[in-house]
């Protein structure tokens, strides 16, 4: 089955810089992989998603890129926050279900 | 439109005992999602309901249930309950396309086994 590797379990950046987080898959069949914002206390929270016949995708400060070849995708935030502070996960979809990564703590330090 | 609704938010139950959890979609969702959330094993797969039907099943053991009514309101039993299954417990629904959908989770149920 699908197996999704994230890295860095835990990510600190100063307020300002950027912040990438990567992830890769072991299924080539997968071919829908989101990226999901969970805040202390809260429910996890589609932030970004791309297919695998697309090779990136921006909304504002947050880009998504995919390496089909590789099997490898990375989310990348440009100018960081404090409110950008919180757990990132990255997903595969295999055709049947969504797998995810362990997650990334990303702070932010002002 | 109304997000993802999950009852209880809070279960405290004791080992050997068992429970429901409940789930109900947004409307138009057919497709609802059952996901354990614990600090050491990050989201793992419990189970789909498509249709009224489970369409995907991920590895649990036959303790954890669950099923989909007509309305696409879901509910997940835990039988015969260990202090391992101590955890959030997230559904999330979705317009089941078979390429794949954007998941969107309601609020969790946090169980405590003790």
């Known amino acids: 089955g699908e197996n999704v590797e994230q890295h860095p379990s835990t990510l600190s950046v100063q307020e300002g810089d950027s912040a990438v987080i990567k992830c890769t898959y072991s299924d080539s069949a997968s071919n829908y992989f989101p990226w999901y914002k969970q805040e202390l206390g809260k429910r996890p929270q589609l932030i970004i998603d791309i297919r695998s016949n697309v090779g990136e995708k921006k909304d504002q400060r947050i880009a998504v890129t995919l390496n089909k070849t590789a099997k490898h995708f990375s989310l990348h935030i440009t100018e960081t926050q404090p409110e950008d502070s919180a757990v990132y996960f990255c997903a595969a979809y295999d055709g049947n279900k969504l797998v995810f990564g362990a997650g990334t703590i990303l702070r932010v330090k002002s | 439109k109304a997000g993802v609704t999950q009852t209880p938010r809070y279960l405290i139950k004791t080992r050997g005992q068992q429970v429901t959890l409940s789930c109900s979609p947004i409307s138009g969702h057919r497709s609802v999602s059952w996901y354990q959330q614990t600090p050491g094993q990050g989201l793992q797969f419990l189970f789909e309901?498509?249709?009224?039907?489970?369409?995907n099943k991920g590895n649990f053991p036959g303790r954890f249930s669950g099923r989909q009514f007509s309305n696409s309101r879901s509910e997940m039993n835990v039988s015969t309950l260990e202090l391992g299954d101590s955890a959030l417990y997230l559904c999330?629904?979705?317009?089941?396309?078979?390429?794949?959908?954007?998941?969107?989770f309601g609020n969790g149920t946090r169980l405590t086994v003790t």
């Open positions: 309901y498509f249709s009224e039907t489970q369409r």
């Open positions: 999330a629904s979705s317009l089941g396309d078979r390429g794949g959908s954007p998941l969107h």
